[in-house]
Nanobody
């Protein structure tokens, strides 16, 4: 099993930045893929960004050039740096680990509003 704990959400003004963190209970280089997803009420959860165990990244078109996924292997932590935030980025953000099965964190709320 993999336990995931997210942190770093909050309220930010449009154009601002936030960094989300996801701490994993096992070595992230052993996890096939880790990623960030987001969900708003009444909508399906959508992919934001993923990183493979080899370090390859993938982003949703809506966040390319603004968000960056990265990792600290020593800390077993994956990050999502979010810049130039827009109101439409408001959502609950979830960390996901794919290691034979899919594991999810509890989520962290990001609200972009003036």
């Amino acid at each position: 099993q993999v336990q995931l704990v997210e942190s770093g959400g909050g309220l930010v003004q449009p154009g601002g930045s936030l960094r989300l963190s996801c701490a994993a209970s096992k070595s992230i280089v052993e996890i096939f893929e880790m990623g960030w997803y987001r969900q708003t009420p009444g909508k399906q959860r959508e992919l934001v960004a993923t990183m493979s165990d080899g370090g390859s990244t993938n982003y949703a078109d809506s966040v390319k050039g603004r968000f960056t996924i990265s990792r600290d292997i020593a800390k077993n932590t994956v990050y999502l740096q979010m810049n130039s935030l827009k109101p439409e980025d408001t959502a609950r953000y979830y960390c996901k680990a794919r290691w034979y099965l899919a594991y999810w964190g509890q989520g962290t709320q990001v609200t972009v509003s003036s």
